[in-house]
């Protein structure tokens, strides 16, 4: 009886358990196909799910601050692993009393594993205590102790808690009716209650030695039942909890992308309306919809993320709750209107008038949803995104954040034509002047006056085609790093040409802030120019521009070596075609870019020329490299007023100055003007200089009248 009412209780869970799953994979497949790989190039994604899931890298490592470094959540992971295993041979034996673990893997084998089981049980239960002190205590930022940590929490130290206890009580019983059949038989009794291969259950079981043998199996029974009920609790809250994570991070993290286009966005085919953008759930590939039952609500993508350190309504970890939360709701209601019309269909006569009643019913709860975006996920929260990407790198499982942004600014401006009006007159500027400023195209090459800069009329096959970009040429404050830069290629001899009036605005800010349609004008147009001139080898000084002539153009037929300016440098300086000489500046701070580090991986080759100046003293704010703080220009926003909380780049300037460095080096015009601006706001402009490493390193080389390189 005892066998077939634990049989029919795990039967019920797993039942229930499986009926929700169904749905829920249900719900995500509605989502559309991803056009990226996802199953390709196996060996790796198996040595993505050893490093990721089970070595828990990106949970381990390094963060800034050091208060959200997660090493406890490695122990109790590995700990909930393992007391796992050990549970499912409990239920097997609830089940089937004669099975035993050690039958299947052998007795030395088990014994390690109890050992191993036992010790990380406690460790597990003092990292549930540490964890319940961090969230109360320490309070890392946006990691609160709600009701639902409380409870998981709760649940897997009552898991290690009941394993402890139903361990020990039946160690004490099985010793007890040990003594009293040895006391018949007259041989010895054994001399104290164990637990084979579990040195802390037996230390446990000794002090409770006292007990009697029938309170002893009554105890260890309790404890037994209580462990399973809840597993089973545990198993069927998982999927309405925090802890969801623990079904979605696996597939998420097996299916990451590979590629090295980390902001990968797929080009829409505009003809279809259907793909203007994401508007609803299922628009969302299902890569994409994955993604939000990998969530481990750890975080650290809000707390990396500069709007959110502003004060801006945007939470990386949020937005990807209300995309699940949306899906649950409308893909839930989906799936019922669905069943509800097949049984309207096949009922009889008398049956059909009451499923039809329901199916107006569904379709009248569907129509009264508010809309995913602008309902649920208000405007302001998506206009707030400046792609810098750092909720994805922080990301312990993949999470592709900024893609799911930048699709649902696509719904906006394309099919809801919602722009926010400073990105309008971008928007404009570039269809009428082929720049976001709006100023004539007749003047992208005044900023040459007075240099010797060969167009690719003048020098039709280049080694290198140098990409000002509209920075470059438009603003007063960046024509000084594009003559710099000019300066060192000719001194280096380096062979280039630069496009001159040809060059038109490479549409990064029109793809990233949702006008697709506008980039997809402005890809074509250049990809036709610069395969006319045969362009093989790209140098450009804008990350942006970097990004998008490197991973968007490709889609367009546009294949290029695309490098950025430092990258070259460094190789100049490295090899010795410039020889800085002079004094480079002494205490610098860098920048990093969160275009060139992040989404495009370059971080040395900006120190590495900055090391390699006389006299420069490197330092390096807190946040830096895959950790770093934007400046708070990209994904359009270099074209926005911050109308809402602080200012990104007042807070990132706040942060360099505070290095004590004299200058700032940057290696993008963006980052060049918002620092600028920020420290003008600080009233720090005569102190603290901001220079592009072109421009510091111009002033460590020596030129002759001509441009060649002296001494």
Request: hydrophobic residues 45%; contains cysteine.
């Amino acid at each position: 009886m005892k066998q077939l009412i634990f049989a029919a209780i795990v039967a019920l869970a797993f039942g229930a358990f499986g009926w929700t799953m169904v749905r829920y994979i249900r719900v995500m497949l509605r989502g559309g196909p991803d056009p990226r790989p996802r199953f390709d190039q196996i060996p790796r994604r198996l040595g993505a799910f050893v490093v990721y899931f089970l070595g828990q890298k990106k949970v381990v490592e390094g963060q800034i601050p050091p208060a959200m470094k997660s090493w406890h959540h490695f122990i109790i992971f590995w700990g909930f692993l393992v007391i796992t295993i050990g549970t499912i041979e409990l239920i097997i034996r609830g089940v089937f009393p004669a099975f035993h673990l050690s039958l299947v893997i052998g007795d030395t084998l088990y014994a390690g594993f109890k050992t191993v089981a036992d010790v990380l049980d406690l460790l597990v239960l003092a990292m549930v205590l540490y964890a319940y002190f961090r969230r109360i205590v320490i309070r890392p930022r946006l990691i609160p102790i709600n009701l639902d940590a409380a409870l998981i929490l709760g649940l897997i130290g009552g898991l290690m808690i009941t394993y402890f206890g139903s361990e020990s009580f039946h160690a004490v019983a099985d010793w007890r009716e040990a003594i009293a059949y040895a006391a018949q038989a007259g041989t010895a009794p054994p001399p104290a209650p164990a637990v084979a291969g579990a040195p802390l259950s037996t230390l446990l079981a000794g002090w409770l030695s006292g007990t009697d043998a029938a309170t002893a199996h009554a105890a260890g029974e309790a404890f037994y039942w209580c462990h399973v009920a809840i597993l089973l609790f545990f198993l069927n809250y998982i999927p309405y909890s925090k802890h969801i994570h623990l079904l979605g991070a696996l597939p998420n993290i097996v299916t990451m992308n590979l590629s090295e286009r980390k902001l990968d966005l797929p080009k829409l085919n505009l003809e279809d309306e259907n793909q203007w953008g994401v508007g609803k759930y299922e628009q969302f590939s299902w890569k994409s919809l994955l993604d939000t039952y990998a969530c481990t609500e750890c975080a650290r993508c809000s707390n990396y993320c500069p709007a959110n350190a502003t004060d801006k309504p945007l939470s990386p970890m949020q937005l990807i709750h209300d995309i699940r939360y949306e899906m649950l709701e409308a893909g839930t209601l989906a799936l019922q209107l669905a069943h509800a019309q097949d049984l309207a269909a096949t009922a009889d006569a008398f049956e059909r008038p009451r499923h039809v009643v329901h199916v107006e019913q569904l379709k009248r709860k569907i129509a009264a949803l508010p809309p995913m975006v602008g309902g649920r996920i208000k405007e302001e929260t998506l206009w707030a995104c400046t792609t810098c990407g750092a909720c994805q790198e922080a990301c312990p499982v993949f999470i592709e954040h900024p893609l799911k942004i930048i699709q649902m600014r696509q719904n906006l401006v394309l099919a809801q034509e919602k722009t926010p009006t400073d990105l309008a007159r971008a928007f404009r500027n570039i269809e009428r002047a082929q720049n976001p400023w709006g100023i004539g195209a007749d003047q992208r090459m005044d900023w040459a006056e007075g240099l010797d800069v060969p167009t690719i009329e003048d020098k039709p096959h280049p080694e290198y085609l140098f990409w000002v970009g509209c920075a470059g040429a438009f603003d007063q404050r960046i024509r000084k790093q594009t003559q710099a830069m000019v300066k060192l290629l000719t001194a280096a001899g380096v062979d280039y040409a630069v496009l001159g009036h040809q060059e038109s605005c490479t549409g990064d800010p029109a793809r990233r802030g949702g006008n697709e349609m506008l980039f997809q004008m402005q890809a074509e147009m250049n990809v036709e120019t610069l395969n006319g001139a045969g362009v093989k080898k790209v140098i450009t000084s804008c990350p942006h521009c970097l990004h998008t002539l490197k991973h968007d153009y490709p889609q367009f037929g546009g294949n290029y070596e695309v490098i950025h300016h430092t990258q070259l440098l460094e190789h100049l300086v490295s090899t010795g075609r410039l020889k800085p000489a002079a004094d480079g500046g002494g205490k610098v701070a860098y920048h990093d870019s969160c275009y060139l580090g992040r989404w495009n991986g370059e971080y040395e080759a900006p120190r590495q020329v900055l090391r390699r100046l006389p006299l420069v003293d490197l330092v390096e704010p807190e946040r830096r490299r895959n950790r770093g703080f934007c400046c708070g220009a990209g994904g359009g926003r270099m074209f926005m007023e911050e109308k809402i909380g602080s200012r990104v780049n007042v807070n990132r300037a706040e942060e360099l100055v505070a290095t004590g460095a004299k200058t700032v080096a940057v290696a993008c015009p963006f980052c060049n003007v918002m620092m600028t601006d920020g420290m003008k706001h600080l009233n720090k402009e005569e102190e603290v200089r901001v220079m592009d490493i072109a421009e510091l390193l111009s002033e460590s080389i020596k030129t002759a009248p001509g441009g060649s390189q002296t001494g």
